[in-house]
């Protein structure tokens, strides 16, 4: 079984800084990939930032120049610094995981946390 925990969400003001941790648990054989990305009201659930095990990054292009995500691979950690925020940032924040559980590599799963609530107020 595979878990994420999410933390450091929360009520910030326009331009201010929040910084997202996503704690992956459980048994694996490799994880290929963890992310981030959000969900509005009434919205669907968008890419914001994403990082391979090999280290390339992707970023939304809403994300670019304000969003920074690292991995700590020896603590299975993601980290999402969010910076110059935005009232249009207010969504609800996912991580994920690419969970490869054999040496093959369509034995792959995805996995989501729980979400955590970022709010920019104007």
């Known amino acids: 079984q595979v878990q994420l925990v999410e933390s450091g969400g929360g009520l910030v003001q326009a331009g201010g800084s929040l910084r997202l941790s996503c704690v992956a648990s459980?048994?694996?054989?490799?994880?290929?990939?963890m992310g981030w990305y959000r969900q509005g009201p009434g919205e669907q659930r968008d890419l914001v930032a994403q990082i391979t095990s090999d280290g390339i990054i992707q970023y939304a292009d809403s994300a670019k120049g304000r969003f920074t995500i690292s991995r700590d691979s020896a603590e299975n950690t993601v980290y999402l610094q969010m910076d110059s925020l935005k009232p249009e940032d207010t969504a609800v924040y996912y991580c994920?995981?690419?969970?490869?559980?054999?040496?093959?590599?369509?034995?792959?799963?995805?996995?989501w946390g729980q979400g955590t609530q970022v709010t920019v107020s104007p």
């Open positions: 994920d995981a690419l969970v490869q559980f054999t040496k093959f590599r369509f034995d792959t799963r995805q996995y």
């Open positions: 459980g048994s694996w054989f490799s994880v290929n990939a």
